[in-house]
């Protein structure tokens, strides 16, 4: 997926928001934006969103001085959804389907996304969830693959999300699962610290995708990254970032809400639905 021109106010806020999290001089806010202004004036337009995602909040990480505006965010985040996790655990036990509640729950986490909305309302969207369907639904696809599946590459997206994460994962059996998260901070990405805090450690193997900062890990686009997902039995990808990134890349299932209109459009759904496929042109 490209970038589009209703991109270019979104990244602005996103600036903003940022900024603002992550200092209290007004100056250097005024800085970031007037910096994040300069950058949409040079903008490709062939160019995906992460990857001006990344250019966007590394000049709010280098103006500002502050490595993880989210910080105190996703700390919050992951304690409210770990407080959850019990009710979603007997959510999915007491269901006809375990695994595909599971699916559901972990499509409702993604509400958790400070790059679109800062005020949500995790428990409304969890039941709200489950009262419909995904709007585009390959699960029968997915658990074919999953017969003969040894192991998944698993592309996390937000801290607090982890849990509901956690809980599919907890139903994938005992498949060897390499969780991918942030190699550095960006927005309220999930990154190992998240991990830890949100019970997987121990539970999956973790690999890192780069936050725009070198030695934070590679991009989605990068070669020897790709290699890994295709070597896997099984990719399932988790949000608007990673689809953003990897849409055209037919083995994937990715899993998400559509909260962005673009992404929905670009989807085929309307925003707000939930949707399960398998990636590429349909």
């Given at each position: 997926?490209?970038?589009?021109?209703?991109?270019?106010?979104?990244?602005?806020?996103?600036?903003?928001?940022?900024?603002?999290?992550?200092?209290?001089?007004?100056?250097?806010?005024?800085?970031?934006?007037?910096?994040?202004?300069?950058?949409?004036?040079?903008?490709?337009?062939?160019?995906?969103?992460?990857?001006?995602?990344?250019?966007?909040?590394?000049?709010?990480?280098?103006?500002?001085?502050?490595?993880?505006?989210?910080?105190?965010?996703?700390?919050?985040?992951?304690?409210?959804?770990?407080?959850?996790?019990?009710?979603?655990?007997?959510?999915?036990?007491?269901?006809?389907?375990?695994?595909?509640?599971?699916?559901?729950?972990?499509?409702?986490?993604?509400?958790?996304?400070?790059?679109?909305?800062?005020?949500?309302?995790?428990?409304?969207?969890?039941?709200?969830?489950?009262?419909?369907?995904?709007?585009?639904?390959?699960?029968?696809?997915?658990?074919?693959c999953l017969d003969d599946a040894k192991n998944i590459?698993?592309?996390?997206?937000?801290?607090?999300?982890?849990?509901?994460?956690?809980?599919?994962?907890?139903?994938?059996?005992?498949?060897?699962?390499?969780?991918?998260?942030?190699?550095?901070?960006?927005?309220?990405?999930?990154?190992?610290?998240?991990?830890?805090?949100?019970?997987?450690?121990?539970?999956?193997?973790?690999?890192?995708?780069?936050?725009?900062?070198?030695?934070?890990?590679?991009?989605?686009?990068?070669?020897?990254?790709?290699?890994?997902?295709?070597?896997?039995?099984?990719?399932?990808?988790?949000?608007?970032?990673?689809?953003?990134?990897?849409?055209?890349?037919?083995?994937?299932?990715?899993?998400?809400?559509?909260?962005?209109?673009?992404?929905?459009?670009?989807?085929?759904?309307?925003?707000?639905?939930?949707?399960?496929?398998?990636?590429?042109?349909?």
């Amino acid at each position: 997926m490209k970038v589009n021109l209703d991109c270019i106010p979104c990244f602005m806020r996103q600036a903003l928001e940022a900024a603002r999290m992550a200092t209290d001089n007004e100056k250097l806010q005024k800085d970031v934006l007037r910096s994040t202004a300069t950058l949409m004036v040079k903008i490709c337009y062939t160019s995906k969103p992460p990857e001006l995602a990344h250019k966007v909040h590394s000049l709010v990480r280098d103006i500002t001085g502050n490595s993880d505006p989210y910080k105190a965010v996703k700390e919050r985040d992951n304690k409210m959804a770990l407080k959850m996790y019990p009710w979603l655990k007997e959510i999915v036990e007491e269901s006809d389907d375990r695994l595909y509640t599971a699916l559901k729950l972990a499509a409702a986490g993604n509400i958790i996304d400070y790059g679109v909305n800062q005020v949500f309302d995790v428990e409304a969207t969890i039941k709200d969830v489950l009262g419909k369907e995904f709007s585009i639904n390959h699960y029968d696809r997915f658990k074919d693959c999953l017969d003969d599946a040894k192991n998944i590459y698993y592309l996390a997206d937000n801290a607090g999300e982890l849990v509901f994460d956690r809980v599919l994962i907890e139903e994938l059996g005992d498949r060897k699962v390499t969780l991918v998260v942030k190699g550095g901070p960006i927005i309220n990405d999930a990154t190992l610290d998240d991990v830890e805090a949100c019970g997987l450690e121990g539970e999956v193997e973790v690999d890192f995708l780069g936050n725009g900062t070198p030695e934070t890990g590679p991009e989605r686009t990068d070669p020897n990254f790709l290699q890994k997902l295709r070597n896997a039995d099984l990719v399932l990808s988790k949000g608007q970032g990673n689809y953003e990134g990897l849409s055209s890349e037919e083995y994937i299932f990715f899993l998400l809400m559509a909260k962005c209109p673009l992404i929905a459009r670009d989807v085929g759904v309307q925003k707000g639905d939930i949707v399960f496929y398998r990636g590429g042109r349909r």
